[in-house]
Structures are given as C-alpha cells and as structure tokens.
C-alpha cells in the first residue's frame, strides 16, 4: 500500500501509542492492527536506574486520578501497606512515608528531618553516594564527621567503635548499603550492633538494595531507611520513601530545616487526610502499585534477589572470559548482585564512547564509571532483565570486543 509521507509518519505514531493501554476498545484494536510489534521498542537499561519496567508497570500509569479522591488515596494506603510488607516489619513499629522527587530528594529529607537541632552525623563513606550525604549536611549546616574507607573495602568496624566512643557529639550514624558506585555491599547488621551499642540513631541508604536484597530492620537496629520507587521494586521514577521506627520517629518532630522535605510533617499530614501535601506523582504511584503485584508474583525479596544473581553471576563468568576485570572481588560476598564495575581494558584500542555507542545501535545502555581511584564502567543487573536478555549482552560485548580488538 502507498502512503503519503505524512501519513506513514501519522500511523507510525500509532504504532509507538500501541504499546500504551489506550482506554476504548476501538481505539486498541486500531493500534493493533497497525502495530506490528507489540513489544515496546525501547533500549534495554543496563545501569542503575531509572531502569527498565514491564509493559504492565507502564501501562497502569495510563490514568488521571485526582489527588483527593478516594480512589488515590487507597492507592496511596496500599502502597505504604505493601512497603512495610515488604520490609517485613509491622505498621505498630514502622511507618512509611512517601516523599516526591527522585531518591536523593527522600535522602535529603531524611538526613535534614530526623537529625537533632544540634546533632551530628557520622557518615560511613566509600563511594559518591556517601559523599553526596555529606554534601547535603554541609547545605543545611548539620554537624558532621566522616570515615572515609577505600572504594573497594568495606568499613571498619573498630574505627566505628573508636569514632563513636571519642566523640560523644555524635548522634546519628549513616551509611549506603548498597554503594552503587562500585556496587559493594555494605554489612548493615554488624555496623547496626555497633551503632546500637553506642545508642546511637541508624540511617541507611538502601536506593539501590531494597526490595533485592533482605534486610532484617530488627537485627540491624534501623532506624531510618530510605530507597526508591525506580530501582529493585522497577517501578518508574517519581517518589522515593523512607521506613521509620516509629518510637524513634515521633521524637523528631520540628527537626527539619527544609519545608518541603520535612519527613515528620509529610506523614502526619498522610495518616490525617490520607493525602499527599502537595501534588503527589499519581502516575508513578499507580505503576509502583502494579510494580508492588509484581514484586510479589516473583517470590519477593528472594525471587527478585535471585534472578538479579543470575545476570551478575551469567554477566561476571563472560566478561572474565572476554578478558575484563571486575573492580571488585567477584568471589567476595560483599561484591553484590546490583551492578559490577569493570575496569577499562588495558588496550590502545579502548575507548569508552564508542564501546558505549557500539552497543547502544544494538539497543542496549550501559553505564559509565564512577569509582574515583580506577577508570570503570558499570553494568547493571538490575530493573526488568532476564538472564537472557544478559546473554544477549554479552554475545554484543564480544563481538565489539573483537571488532575493536581490545584483547589479543
Ligand atoms: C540511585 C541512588 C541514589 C539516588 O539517586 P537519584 O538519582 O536521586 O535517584 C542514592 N543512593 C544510592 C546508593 C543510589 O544508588
């Protein structure tokens, strides 16, 4: 069939609309019948998010809701209901607030909300996320102390328990869990018995773990936890939340030095009007409700975990075959299942761009690095991927590999 320019270029808008849930049945079938792919097309997301999500996350965004009526509220409900579940910890103990904007927003409410007027905070750092932290405290003017550790090593436990007992200033204790810098895992539990014996309050940074990897808030002593609606749940970006300990919590009230972040205030006014503040992303809401189903049709927590395990496990095996080094000791368990940071190829022909362009016409994003002692990249092993989209990764990243000639 001959079609004018104009119109090719209108019925292939169609088919781009056709992998959204369009509401009548007439308008469906006329996308379907001028699709002819019910796949969406998008780049498979190899990084640390926002990452790639199921058609049917996407697709239960496609609604207005307004943000008063009762229908969102329940959503609102549900989702904090299905976050504490899947946290594993009960609503007399935890709340969970619900806080706008992307995940360092919701760290930023957190370390400017829960923190006394005149607390200090001591950060755990080894990696750019711990560092933005620190950056954060210094705009608000909190007090802080840092231990700085080696991108590649966890913290050590004794200098925690030196730090804190010299200096009895301090209040709070913050670390990333997962460091989605190098993709080291941080061990939580044993820092949390430290942290407890000193009396101190918890706050974690788990953006990048919760909801793949388990975390006991009981045997970790958290106080705070925070993480986002756009990475392990694979929900679509648009609001991040934080899990609090509820005896600690109701004690930071008029904490916060910034009005629109203030955590205290955001779930009081939640638990009486059952609404957000100001306008709530509804849209995201309703995906990460569906990407909450889904979680659970996975086998939770375990179920997402192990997939995850399988594309880093499958993902590390062949790019040590190729011949790329991972940053950290993969055989190490704190190396972790998120994301594996590689080091650049020693070889002339490397280079990061056009490795990253090569890919990226085969449909696939990865990621740059960001450790600050080693040239890396990142790859992900996170959001909607299966072992088989790995596979498919890595028979690309060997053929590149070849073609560019970076291992003889
Ligand atoms: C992704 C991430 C954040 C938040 O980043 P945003 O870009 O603000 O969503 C914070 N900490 C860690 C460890 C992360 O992986």
């Known amino acids: 069939m001959y079609l004018l320019p104009q119109k090719r270029r209108f019925y292939r808008f169609l088919r781009s609309l056709h992998h959204q849930n ?65 946290a594993n910890v009960s609503d007399s103990d935890f709340a969970c607030v619900l806080m706008q904007g992307s995940g360092t927003y919701s760290v930023e409410s957190m370390l400017t909300s829960v923190v006394p007027r005149n607390g200090c905070v001591l950060l755990l750092i080894n990696g750019a ?19 700085v550790f080696p991108e590649n090593e966890i913290p050590n436990l004794d200098m925690i328990d030196q730090t804190l007992k010299s200096t009895p200033k301090i209040t ?12 080291i895992i941080n061990p939580i539990d044993k ?60 004690l930071s009230e008029g904490n916060a030095r910034s009005f629109s972040l203030d955590l205290f205030d955001q779930d009081s006014a939640s638990n009486k009007t059952g609404q957000f503040r100001f306008t709530p992303p509804t849209h995201a809401l309703l995906a990460f409700r569906q990407a909450l189903k889904e979680i659970k049709a996975e086998g939770g927590v375990e179920g997402r975990f ?7 496990d499958l993902c590390i095996s062949r790019m040590k075959e190729i011949g790329f080094e991972p940053y950290l000791d993969a055989d190490d368990e704190s190396s972790g299942c998120i994301i594996t940071s590689f080091r650049y190829p020693k070889s002339e022909n490397w280079n990061f761009q056009s490795f990253y362009e090569k890919l990226s016409e085969q449909n696939m994003l990865i990621y740059p690095g960001k450790v600050s002692n080693a040239d890396c990249f990142r790859i992900g092993h996170i959001g909607r991927i299966t072992p088989n989209d790995t596979a498919k990764l890595l028979d690309t990243i060997e053929d590149i590999s070849l073609s560019m000639k970076l291992f003889n």
């Open 191 to 250: 820092i949390g018995k430290v942290v407890k014996k000193h009396s101190k309050t918890y706050l974690i940074d788990a953006m990048s773990s919760f909801g793949a990897i388990n975390i006991d808030f009981q045997r970790a002593n958290i106080d705070y936890l925070v993480s986002s609606a756009n990475k392990c749940i694979e929900g679509i970006p648009g609001f991040a939340f934080c899990i609090a300990r509820k005896e600690v919590f109701k």
């Open 306 to 312: 192990s997939r995850y395990k399988e594309n880093r």
């Open 172 to 183: 709070d204790v913050f670390v990333v869990h997962s460091e989605t810098t190098s993709g």
């Open 129 to 147: 996320y711990g560092h933005r932290a620190a950056k954060i405290l210094k705009y608000a003017g909190i007090d802080f102390e840092v231990l």
């Open 22 to 86: 369009l509401g009548n049945n007439s308008q469906k079938a006329f996308c379907r019948n001028f699709s002819s792919s019910a796949k969406p097309v998008d780049k498979l997301l190899f990084t640390p998010g926002p990452l790639t999500t199921s058609y049917t996350v996407k697709a239960a965004a496609l609604h207005d809701y307004g943000s008063r009526d009762q229908k969102f509220m329940d959503v609102i409900s549900e989702v904090k209901s299905g976050l504490l579940s899947l």
